[in-house]
């Protein structure tokens, strides 16, 4: 499994997130920070367009994908 944290700013990057989510055949949670029962599956428009923005979430990636998650991911990564 791959984690990492992320941070949206605006609607706009939760959809771009979403479509890249869509294209991938791993299984895609955004799971909150502060609690770790509240996750979102990451394909699942309606469920991302109720996060909070500008607060920080941990991606996790199961699946096929998940070795090339961190450079197709890396837009959405939390600044530091």
């Known amino acids: ?3 990492m944290k992320v941070r949206f ?5 939760i959809k771009s997130f979403c479509s ?8 895609i949670d955004v799971v ?13 428009i309606i ?3 109720t996060l909070e923005l500008d607060v920080p979430f941990i991606l996790q990636v ?3 994908d998940e070795e090339s998650a961190a450079e197709i991911f890396s837009e959405f ?3 530091r």
Do not use: H, W
């Open 1 to 3: 499994m791959f984690e």
């Open 9 to 13: 700013a605006t609607p706009g990057q």
């Open 20 to 27: 890249v989510c869509q294209k991938m055949t791993s299984d």
């Open 32 to 44: 909150n920070v502060e609690n770790p029962y509240d996750r979102i599956d990451g394909k699942s």
């Open 47 to 49: 469920g991302l367009m």
């Open 62 to 64: 199961s699946g096929d």
């Open 77 to 79: 990564a939390e600044e």
